[in-house]
């Protein structure tokens, strides 16, 4: 009777785990070319940049059904430089993305390091997410649509897709002893897609910038005395209290033509607190930009697309110790091309010129700046030529 009973027991424990469907797939990008900087802090520049047009990166995603269309998920992500070997985002093994979370019929929730809402919504219509790579983010990058940086110790919900219509919410738990407050993160998103239209808003809010948001791309501990980003955009202003993201976007497809903007008030609130970063030039009050994009992308045929856009970015005025800084303005303009080999590999060319006026964030005459550069120009305009082979897998 015992032997008859473990018997049955065993039966069903093997019934169990055959109805329970589990995968996990191996995934990523190879991204490398050739990159022509006319002004790279006065020089030219020839080099191999990776990374580009995609993030070279290499994951692991996996799904386990749990029965009654519940699942538990998991996606690691690991950055990488093909043209070295060596780890991307400050040495992170997984510093692209990891997290773990259950999914069911009325949405997913995640844990771990991972993308704030305006990366997921947003970004998306921005050009640089498309065809023109990262080095035709706005500005430095400041407003993250181009996921320069990612949120760790996160909580993220998302809802399912609702006749066209979602939303997520995420909150980062700042970790500090006493003070629940410092170094939180949270942020919202919603898109609506239907037929040729896409629309899309975003926001984000960082307590202690510098340090939670901007600083933790790196295996080591950031630092208050250090600003954590080298571009004279926003560099200055990381003494801010608070970094505030405010985004929108919208897309309309007519036929081949897809014409595309997107919108961001950025905000560097509470300037002065040094407990988050540098505060070299005696900034206090707020630190205001804002940045618009209009973008055309063209399907000339299913293997080539050409893609052009402008991006406006304005700095507003802030207090220094010794008088006013008026703020600075970026003038961008991109044009590209991305030609498919095969559904995998392609080809692209991209061209970037910014122009850049009146006072950035150092306290300085402002110089041009175009995102992911070793070096900003020695002065005020700086162009990039970039060739390129990607491959998927």
């Known amino acids: 009777m015992r032997r008859k009973i473990v018997l049955g027991a065993a039966c069903m424990t093997l019934s169990g785990l055959t109805h329970a469907q589990s995968s996990v797939t191996l ?25 580009i047009l995609s993030g070279s990166r290499w994951g692991l995603k996996g799904v386990e059904d749990l029965g009654g269309g519940l699942k538990a998920i998991f996606t690691l992500e690991n950055g ?16 692209r993305q990891a997290f773990a979370g259950l999914s069911s019929p009325w949405g997913t929730v995640t844990l771990g390091r991972q993308y704030d809402l305006n990366v997921d919504f947003v970004g998306p219509l921005e050009a640089a997410s498309q065809w023109a790579g990262n080095i035709g983010a706005h500005p430095g990058d400041l407003d993250n649509l181009n996921n320069a940086y990612r949120t760790n110790n996160a909580i993220k919900l998302k809802s399912v897709t609702y006749g066209g219509f979602s939303f997520s919410g995420m909150y980062s738990l700042g970790g500090v002893a006493g003070d629940t407050t410092r170094n939180q993160l949270w942020s919202l998103g919603a898109g609506y897609a239907s037929g040729p239209l896409t629309l899309a808003v975003g926001y984000i809010n960082a307590r202690n910038p510098n340090l939670s948001f901007f600083g933790n791309a790196t295996s080591g501990t950031p630092s208050a005395t250090t600003a954590n980003t080298a571009y004279p955009v926003f560099s200055g202003f990381l003494s801010a209290h608070t970094y505030q993201v405010i985004s929108a976007g919208a897309a309309y497809n007519i036929g081949a033509l897809t014409v595309g903007g997107t919108y961001s008030n950025i905000a560097f609130k ?23 994009e209009l973008s055309l992308k063209y399907q000339v045929t299913p293997t080539l697309l050409l893609g052009a856009a402008y991006i406006y970015t304005d700095g507003g005025s802030v207090s220094t110790a010794t008088g006013k800084n008026e703020g600075a303005t970026y003038h961008q303009g991109e044009v590209g091309v991305d030609y498919f080999l095969s559904k995998r590999t392609d080809v692209s060319l ?11 964030s150092r306290n300085r005459d402002a110089i041009a700046s175009i995102n992911n550069q070793s070096s900003p120009s020695s002065n005020d305009h700086q162009a990039l030529v970039r060739v390129g082979l990607r491959h998927k897998f």
């Open 27 to 51: 995934y990523g990008v190879v991204d490398e070319g050739l990159t022509f900087n006319t002004n790279a802090n006065g020089s030219r520049l020839y080099a191999m940049q990776s990374g």
């Open 80 to 95: 990488f430089d093909p043209g070295t070997g060596k780890l991307g985002q400050g040495g992170l093994e997984f510093g």
């Open 350 to 360: 991209i061209g970037v010129y910014q122009k850049a006026s009146g006072t950035d």
């Open 270 to 292: 509470g300037l002065g607190d040094t407990s988050s970063g540098p505060n070299p030039s005696g900034y206090r009050g707020n630190a205001i930009f804002n940045s618009a």
